[in-house]
């Protein structure tokens, strides 16, 4: 809750999220809801070759549910495929164009998150976090 920024890695299965994961989202999205208004930020890497890309289209959706709302950001995607043939046995991603490029990634996400941090105001965020039942009590 108190992080400036959230980063989520998925793999994909079945042009999906893992279900670890969607069940991670809907316990925060009913309980802390600490993802509203929260700049996040979408990775993942698979075995096929088009990588992550439904997964994180998919989880795209759910992060911007009422109940999660956050700010994801926009432009950037990283998807890395054949992630068998580019991390070795440490799972340490060998290959130094996409290295190069997930640097880039983080360091955009770096701005993101100042520049979301700068203009949401706390107020938004504390309405969005009340249920509408809760409103009235």
């Known amino acids: 809750a108190s992080a400036d920024g959230v980063i989520i890695a998925t793999p994909e299965y079945d042009h999906t999220i893992p279900a670890p994961l969607a069940s991670a989202l809907e316990w925060i999205a009913y309980t802390s809801r600490a993802l509203i208004n929260k700049p996040t930020m979408i990775v993942g890497c698979s075995l096929g070759a088009l990588g992550t890309s439904r997964a994180q289209a998919h989880l795209r959706q759910i992060l911007d549910a009422p109940e999660l709302k956050a700010r994801v950001m926009p432009g950037s995607e990283f998807f890395l495929g054949h992630s068998e043939q580019v991390l070795d046995d440490d799972f340490n991603l060998n290959d130094f164009e996409k290295v190069a490029e997930l640097e880039e990634h983080f ?27 809760e409103v009235g009590e």
Request: aromatic share 14%.
């Open 107 to 133: 360091s955009e996400f770096q701005d993101f998150v100042t520049i979301t941090n700068q203009i949401v105001k706390q107020a938004d965020t504390d309405r969005k976090k009340a249920f509408a039942w």
